[in-house]
């Protein structure tokens, strides 16, 4: 009988909520992640909740969402991370096709329960181009133009080498900016 119910409940649950929830990273994404919580939480213990997240939303973006709270649940933060794409694999400047592998890297980012940007960072970034954009200062323009559209060259500076991975990321936050309210209004805590 606990069988038939398991697999019935396996399927009505669309298959990329089986993917996304409880995701574990490999070992050195998530220590990066916990060290930054830990700093961001003033070393307080906190846990982490997966976020369950519509299919219409996960079919945009490579993002997995998350609250994250100090165990005395006095203080909570909204984190995503998602995987971006960086530069084709076996280069920047060589042509690609839409369907093709790219680098990709992991970007860490916080949000307070009003859905604004606290703080972002990329975690792992492989790629031997555009290594510019992990920077803290060329991060901070999402941060300080957050609440506008990301514009590649007009409010998001450009960096030579980095295109594809700053288009990628410009591609990224805006569609963050646009389903974070969405997304913390039905899971508020």
């Known amino acids: 009988m606990i069988y038939k119910v ?33 700093k961001h939480f003033n070393k307080e213990e906190f846990h982490k909740i997966s976020i369950q997240v519509h ?3 996960l079919n945009h973006t490579n993002s997995y969402f998350y609250f994250v709270e100090n165990n005395e649940k006095t203080s909570g933060i909204y984190m995503v991370i998602t995987i971006a794409n960086g530069c084709k694999v076996g280069g920047c400047d060589v042509d690609h096709k839409v369907d093709e592998e ?8 916080l949000y307070n329960a009003k859905a604004e940007l606290l703080e972002l960072k990329i975690l792992d970034y492989q790629s031997e181009h555009g290594y510019e954009i992990t920077s803290k200062w060329w991060l901070k323009q999402f941060v300080k133009h957050q609440n506008e559209t990301y514009v590649y060259s007009k409010n998001i500076d450009g960096i030579s080498g980095a295109t594809i991975s700053i288009k990628s990321m410009v591609r990224e936050m805006n569609y963050l900016e646009k389903i974070m309210p969405v997304v913390i209004n039905s899971n508020s805590h």
């Open 102 to 109: 790219f680098e990709q890297f992991w970007v860490y980012s």
């Open 6 to 38: 398991f697999i019935f409940i396996l399927l009505l649950t669309p298959m990329s909520e089986l993917f996304r929830s409880g995701v574990g990273f490999r070992h050195g994404i998530e220590k990066r992640i916990n060290k930054n919580l830990s």
């Open 55 to 57: 299919d219409s939303i």
